[in-house]
């Protein structure tokens, strides 16, 4: 019998630590490549899956990869690699650059791009135990790429800032965040000046199981029901990955 194939193996060779989730593959589908679309930036790029989807199934022209981590950085470069080895990809089409923090790419570089796709670290540390917050503490590369604060938001709010201050024009932003945040709390986190932002896509999933308890704590209240999009799901829950997306005024 043979091995299923997961849906990031025609993409990458590395998957590094950990295979691209399902928070990757919905960003990768729902990032709306338009013909004007052509140039994409993808922040905390990882292992390079989502950028090189586009390249290959969206047929954008080219993508610059940047990433905090500088372990990373290593596998986007061997993926990337691996595809020009391919033929699948020109060097042309790519430049992955060396590993900084997303608030020290330059403006002129930002603009050079038609949109911006940031896979964000959004893992919210209230919302699991003490051992599971202390197991992901513990390893400086998951703390890194995971953690986002109490509520999951900090590192949308960072971003938001951000590009609110990023000179104009600037490229439209798009990313996913977890309705289990909350609606309520995603919008407060994304209010700045200068700049728009809308969900464009909302996507069904099951709530992964070490959130189960404060769903079941949210779920009592029915407004916090529908600000977290909670429903159930036989013993489990289901909730929406919404696809954001920033467009400047």
Known sequence: ????????????????CEKPSKLSQLLAETIPIEPRTKKLLDMGCGTGIIGL?????KKASSVTFIEILHEWIDITRANVSLKIKEGAITPSQVN??????????????????????????????????????????????????????????????????????LRQPKPDAVFVLWSILGKRQIAEALKADGFQWKIIQETPIPLKPEFSRVAAEFFQDAEEKDNRMLARDGDGWTIHVLTIRLTDI
Request: with cysteine.
């Open 1 to 16: 019998m043979s091995t299923p194939t997961e849906w990031w193996q025609a993409y990458i060779g590395d998957c590094g």
């Open 53 to 57: 989807y586009c390249l290959l199934e």
């Open 96 to 165: 992955v650059v060396d590993a900084m923090p997303f608030d020290r790419i330059s403006p002129e570089v930002v603009a050079q791009h038609d949109m911006v796709v940031f896979n964000l670290p959004q893992f919210p540390e209230d919302f699991v135990s003490p051992s599971e917050l202390s197991e992901i503490g513990a390893d400086p590369i998951r703390a890194k790429y995971r953690l986002a604060g109490r509520d999951g938001l900090k590192m949308a709010r960072d971003f938001s800032q951000w590009y609110a201050c």
